[in-house]
Structure formats: structure tokens, C-alpha cells
């Protein structure tokens, strides 16, 4: 697939490439995302902003240059910003493909980091030698600030344009949490919820901690998706409930959303609302509990997001997705096209004519 | 309205370290809200900060675009979400004030992105929280600080009255549209105020016959109660659970 080059988050010919519940492919536009929701349905979506995690700085010991990308944390308490997962990169920036950086200096606990205004430290390195835990020792206002003035968003090297910050929050973009855009919401503006709710529907929230996509190192990207920490409101729970009872069906506008119901789902398909940390890998043999379809960006395989996809459907189904959206040029990455994958081993299907026995 | 219907209400206010916007930090402090204060002044935050520790001084300018995001992140790092904003900061455009046809035509636009554009790019920005405080009970409220100005057309008052005047009909409009999300959006005009704005727009005034600016802030703080109606609390409830 072609990566989408430019930050525009609703392109206006975007397209939809669209998975039904038996694997039927269909190509549609984005525009038609709201014809396929139905009365009675919930759509998702997380409204995690986006922070700017790319720190550029010092690596003071050796005096080399580094990128550090934030990726991970324990928890999205507002005050627990000292800590963080990250991945480090050697010279250079987004510009550079991330496979073909320079490894940073060799990292070590206790190594300090300058990175513009803010001052860390490497408490540990982790399973890869750039992959590291650090800690802030500026005040937590300050820590704000510092990622608030001196971060940049997170990019890659098939968006030439700097990334401005707002080119990574979605309309709806609430705390900044998120590592990476949760940018299958990019397709989300306040007129369509204005629609889906006048369709029947109803629309919610969750807030979950979007890690990084990609390291450009292969034995790095197999540790992905780190642990997300993420919060599902009473009011979400709520409305998930309310929407198993009427046998409607859950929307996820994004992998982020599946992975946190998923996580958070009991077996009869509700949610416990509150705070959790998804730790779990989505992939062919999960068996989902309460998604029922995902409007997602297309995701090549091999990546942890393509890998999620596989729960929704089989691999004959993906693998003639891929060859459809490559025949039909579909854009990849967080500026371009969506899927949405409907779960063919939803209960619907598999209890057909007797739906309500799991509700 | 008691004071502890503000208990907990998070509270972002723009151009926070003098005149009104001073005021509504204390005031609104006062009754229990967590507040977070924006202004250009490093100096001027830090002063405040020292009166106020409680809450979170954030130095930016709303004129300026790329304060904007800076500003909403900061704001939503120490609130943990937002409730209620007040886009307070504005500015006179020429000083001292002269007629329209010699107001400079970047005095004008400075006027205009302090006074509207500002104030539309900060809400946009944190229209999610906003949002999200409505889906989680809450009551969230934007309030654009207006003035008589925005409505008599007082000569020499150009820039500012017709930033004014398109801030107060971007009110009404917006408050139209976001009905459904459960946001609130109100202009008030909060009267002639005893406030160094006022000193530099008319310097010989009578300051005897301006409201005080701490009157008028219990005046907005009793508004935005009025609006919480006990939501916010429910909001708040739900907050704690989810954040110890």
C-alpha cells in the first residue's frame, strides 16, 4: 500500500474498505461509515489526545544526540508523569526512516538525559538495549510544560511535513495521553456524532494510552504493543451494557478501543468501567467478548495492529484484503484509508436465531 | 448557591493575573474549584502562583497559535479534564484608543486574535474534555468574557467592540450547535470594571462609579454554579472513583 504523505485528517476522497461478517469485500468511501452503523448500535471511540513525545536532547555521558520517544507509562494519573517507558534513537529525527537511524550511545542505568528543558534519568534498560525505563527529576508542572513546549509529536519519515500538534489530536482528542494519534478517529467530527446519534446510535468514550506503532527494529517492534494503561467510564460501561441488552452491536473506531473493552470485558461481553492496564495480545486465536465490528486504518501485516485485525476475521479474508486495497490503491498509515472489519465470530453468527443467549 | 457547589469543578481561566481574571481565580478558589490560570507574564503567573499555590499558573499568549496546544495540555495535566472555561484575556487594540478610520490594521487583527480567534482556537482545543465531562454527568460551560461594547457601538472602542461583538454572536452560535454534546457556551458582559484594562481605555475615569472586579467575579462563579446544578458533583464522584 501507498503511505499517505500528508497530514489531512479527513481527506475528503478517503476511502472504506468494508469486511462483513461472512468476509464479503465491498469498497466504499469514508463519507459511508455512517450508513453502516444501525439503530441500537455504540461506536467507540478513544479520546485520548495526543501528546508530543518525542523529546530531542543530550545523552549527557557520551555527549551524543538522541530522540527519545515516550512510550509507556504505569498509569494516566495526571500526576504520574515522572515515570515513563521509552524508545531512544541515535542522531538525527523523524526525517530519516526509523530503520535507518543510528543506534544512540550505549545506554545505561543511571545515565542522565538532557532533553531541552527537562532532566532524566535512565533508571533501567529494559529487554533491548534502546529500549529503556526513565524517570524525570523535574516537578510534575514542570514535566508538563517541558513535554507541553519542547515535545514534538511522533513521526515518521512518509510524512515530510513537520507534524504540527493539532495535526494529531482528533476532534474529540480529550486528556493527552496518547504516545501516537489514535488516528482511526481522525475520521470523527462533531456533525458525524450528530449523525450517529440521529441514526439510533449512541457514542462513546474510552481513554486509552496509544503506543508507538513502530521502532524500525525488528527484535524491538516483537515487544510491541507495550502494557496501555486506559479508562473506561461508568457512563461507557454504561452504555455497553445498556446496548448488549437491546442486542445492538459495539463499534471500536480504532485498535486501542478493542484492546481496552477487550481487556476490561467479562465473559457475557459487559465492561468493569474505571482504570486498568491492557497487558494482552489480540491476535487469530482471541476469541473477542464484546467487539463486534472495527472501523480501522489499514495495517500492514507483521505489525501488532494488523495482527488484532486477525481476531475479527481469518487470514484468507485479510489476505484478500490486502490484494483488494493494493489493487485499488488504498493509503496506509494514520493519514489514509479505513477498513472496517466486521467480527465474523461474533455470537450473532454463531447463535443465529437465538441471539439473546450470551446478552 | 453555596460555596461548595464549586468543590472539585475544574476551572481553566485565561488572562488569570490581573483585573477580572485575578478575581475569578480567587473567587472561584475559594469555593473548593481546582483552577489553572493562563497569562503572557512569567513574572506575573509566578506572582500569582505564590498567592495562590493551589492552582496552576501556565504561561501563554491565546494570540498566538502555537500557544494554543501547549496551553489545553498543560491545563488538562493538572485538572486531569476541564468543566468550566473562561476565555477572560482580552485586548483593547490601540492604546490610547483612537477612531476606527486611524486604527491600524494590525491593531485591529491583534484585537481579533486576542479577543475571537483565541478564544475559538482554546475552546476547539478543549471541546473533548469538555465533551467528556458531559458524558461522564458533568455540566461543562465555556464562558466569553464580553462586554457592553460588543452591542453599542461606542466611538473610539472599534477594535475591541467588533472583536467583541463577533466573540458574543460565536457564543450564540456555538451554543446552538453543541446543545447535543451537553456544552454550554455564554457570553457575559460583566459591566464598567475598576481593572488596569479599564484604567488604559479611559485613564481619567471616575474609578468611585466602576463595579469591582471582585464583585463581578462572584457575579460569573454564581452563573457557573447556576449551570453545575449539582451535575458536577455526580461528575466529580465518578472522577474520584476512577482516579484514586
Known sequence: MIPASIATQRPRDARLLVIDERGAITHRTRADFQTLVRAGDVVVANDAATLPASLAGIHVPTGGTVEVRLAGRDSLLPRDVSRFTAVVFGSGDFRTPTEHRPSPPFLRAEDELRLGPLRAFVLDVLAHPRLIELRFENPVADIWEGLARHGRPIQYAYVPEPLAIWDTWTRIASLPVAFEAPSAGFILGWDLIDVLRKRGAAFATITHAAGISSTGDAELDRLLPLDEPYNIPASTAALLKACRDRDGRVIAIGTTVVRALEHAARANGTVRSGAGTATQRIGARTRLKCVDAILSGTHEQGTSHFDLLRAFQDDDVLSRMEREADAHGYRTHEFGDSVWLANSRSRRIEHEGDLRSCA | ?244
Not at chain 2, 67 to 95: E, K, R
Request: aromatic share 2%; hydrophobic share 45%.
Open chain 2, 1 to 244: 448557591m453555596s460555596s461548595t457547589d464549586q468543590k472539585g469543578l475544574r476551572v481553566a481561566i485565561t488572562g488569570g493575573t490581573s483585573g477580572l481574571g485575578l478575581a475569578l481565580v480567587r473567587e472561584l478558589a475559594d469555593r473548593g474549584a481546582r483552577v489553572a490560570f493562563i497569562a503572557r507574564h512569567h513574572a506575573d503567573v509566578e506572582r500569582v502562583s505564590s498567592e495562590r499555590p493551589a492552582a496552576t499558573g501556565i504561561v501563554g499568549d491565546v494570540s498566538r497559535k502555537e500557544d494554543i496546544h501547549p496551553i489545553a495540555i498543560q491545563v488538562l495535566g493538572a485538572l486531569g479534564g476541564l468543566d468550566v472555561l473562561i476565555n477572560n484575556a482580552s485586548s483593547l487594540g490601540p492604546v490610547p484608543l483612537v477612531p476606527l478610520a486611524d486604527t491600524d490594521c494590525e491593531d485591529l487583527e491583534r484585537a481579533l486574535a486576542t479577543n475571537l480567534v483565541g478564544p475559538f482556537r482554546l475552546t476547539k482545543a478543549l471541546l473533548g474534555s469538555l465533551a467528556a465531562s458531559a458524558r461522564e454527568g458533568g455540566c461543562p460551560l465555556v464562558v466569553n468574557v464580553s462586554s457592553d461594547a460588543a452591542v453599542t457601538p461606542y466611538p473610539r472602542w472599534g477594535a475591541y467592540g467588533a472583536s467583541k461583538a463577533a466573540l458574543h454572536h460565536l457564543s450564540r452560535i456555538w451554543s446552538e450547535e453543541l446543545a447535543s454534546e451537553g456544552i454550554r457556551i455564554v457570553s457575559i458582559d460583566p459591566g464598567d470594571m475598576d481593572t488596569p484594562l479599564h484604567a488604559l481605555a479611559v485613564p481619567d475615569a471616575d474609578r468611585s462609579t466602576l463595579k469591582s472586579p471582585a464583585i463581578a467575579a462572584r457575579e460569573i462563579a454564581d452563573v457557573i454554579a447556576a449551570t453545575g446544578q449539582g451535575s458536577a458533583r455526580s461528575a466529580s464522584l465518578e472522577r474520584e472513583v476512577v482516579q484514586q
